[in-house]
């Protein structure tokens, strides 16, 4: 069983950054391709990032390409979410996860574990 916390968030002006991090423990956190999503009040929740085992492969959402950046660090059983340039329509709890398939999609349905998300609102 993974246990997943989050942290980092807050609130920001357009423009402005933040960066998430996702802290994993009871499982062995390297065999696990790592998610980020969010959802939005009254949306559905959406597929934002994810992270290869190694992490040598990274996958965005279009909306968020250029802007955030998805890393972890093995050592610390740690996923990161840099989010640079935020704007307005990226206000929403985020959530990190974490999926047993070496080749995680942007399925919700691909992650077995969740975090209980942090808020993030960005005022315009």
């Known amino acids: 069983q993974v246990q997943l916390v989050e942290s980092g968030g807050g609130l920001v002006q357009a423009g402005g950054s933040l960066r998430l991090s996702c802290a994993a423990s009871g499982g062995t956190f390297s065999r696990y391709a790592m998610g980020w999503f969010r959802q939005a009040p009254g949306k559905e929740r959406e597929f934002v990032a994810r992270?290869?085992?190694?992490?040598?492969?990274?996958y965005y959402v279009d909306a968020v390409k250029g802007r955030f950046t998805i890393s972890r660090d093995n050592a610390k059983n740690t996923v990161y979410l840099q989010m640079n340039s935020l704007k307005p329509e990226d206000t929403a709890v985020y959530f990190c996860?974490?999926?047993?398939?070496?080749?995680?999609?942007?399925?919700?349905?691909?992650?077995?574990?969740w975090g209980q998300g942090t808020q993030v609102t960005v005022s315009s």
């Open positions: 996860a974490a999926s047993p398939k070496a080749y995680a999609t942007r399925s919700t349905d691909d992650y077995d574990y």
């Open positions: 992270i290869s085992r190694s992490g040598g492969d990274r």
